[in-house]
């Protein structure tokens, strides 16, 4: 057994028992930067432990909040292998079980990642599964439901294992997008978002991300990393504005360790103004003359105070 404490560097009682590693496996590798949200990893070492209500679950957020980093970090820490897929429009779920495939001369099946994680058991992390044709949604009910899976094209019947476990992750909780940010996310049937738990993964906190931008880029000027999280948090509350549409840019976590990274790089090689090479090229780039100039506004406002 390990201490909770130790393993995830967040002060939560308890002590959980990661599994044993089997080669060949695909495991995530742990992140040591990672910053755990204690409510939020209390509610999934229940699900991996198999204490939930059911053993799917939907991660909700907007983009580069760090929904499927929250399940690899979890998993990685307690040794747990991640099939992940990524879902369109176009995704077929029934690719997800195997195909036949050509091996030495001979047609042979090989299973896909569906039918692997059945079979060892760990995480099935299928990304945006909101963005999945609803035909294709409907036909994982079966898994979902825990019950045992017949493979068509090979009549064999798959189990699950008792460790297995669906994730899907999308920007919206299955009822379309209401922001007009996310195009491609699909209305979903309730009969299938009803079979899931939900998490909401939102961004963290200010002191969060100075923390993680401290973790990450540790040289970095202290006053620079607090302009970078003060300048986040204002675009994401004009970009999120529902209906109104302000910004129709934002600044994910994701893309705030991006430009902290570059702007480190850029001081480090010289540049006059490394801090705006770095947010031109991680987000202004491309983007409409108005918006661009919005955020330039902002900056300029933090830069000065």
């Keep these: 057994m390990e201490k909770i404490s130790k393993l995830f560097g967040i002060n939560i009682p308890g002590e959980v028992r990661p599994r044993r590693k089997i080669e060949g496996l695909p495991y995530p590798e742990v992140n040591p930067n990672f910053v755990f949200q204690p409510q939020r990893l209390m509610k999934l070492l229940r699900f991996f432990a198999g204490q939930a209500a059911c053993n799917n679950i939907l991660l909700i957020g907007p983009a580069g909040a760090g929904k499927t980093a929250l399940i690899e970090q979890v998993a990685a820490r307690l040794g747990w292998p991640v099939w992940a897929v990524s879902c369109s429009g176009k995704a077929r779920a029934s690719h997800w079980f195997g195909a036949f495939v050509l091996r030495d001369g001979a047609t042979v099946w090989q299973d896909g990642p569906l039918s692997l994680a059945l079979r060892h058991g760990g995480i099935f992390l299928a990304d945006e599964i909101t963005r999945l044709d609803p035909a294709e949604q409907m036909a994982l009910v079966r898994v979902l439901d825990g019950g045992e899976v017949t493979i068509p094209e090979t009549g064999e019947v798959i189990k699950p294992h008792k460790l297995f476990r669906f994730v899907g992750t999308g920007n919206s909780g299955g009822f379309g997008d209401e922001t007009g940010a996310y195009t491609g996310e699909r209305v979903s049937s309730f009969a299938f978002v009803d079979r899931f738990l939900k998490m ?65 790089a850029y001081q480090m090689m010289g540049f006059a103004n490394p801090l705006q090479e770095a947010l031109n090229d991680v987000i202004l780039t491309g983007t409409p003359r108005e918006d661009r100039e919005a955020v330039q506004t902002i900056l300029d406002k933090f830069i000065r105070s």
């Design 200 to 264: 909401e993964v939102g961004y963290l906190s200010e002191d969060g991300e100075r923390s993680l931008l401290a973790r990450v880029v540790p040289d970095l000027p202290g006053e620079i990393r607090d302009i970078l999280v003060r300048l986040a948090r204002t675009i994401r509350d004009a970009s999120q504005a529902a209906g109104r549409g302000d910004l129709r840019v934002n600044m994910s976590t994701r893309a705030l360790l991006a430009v902290a990274r570059e702007a480190w």
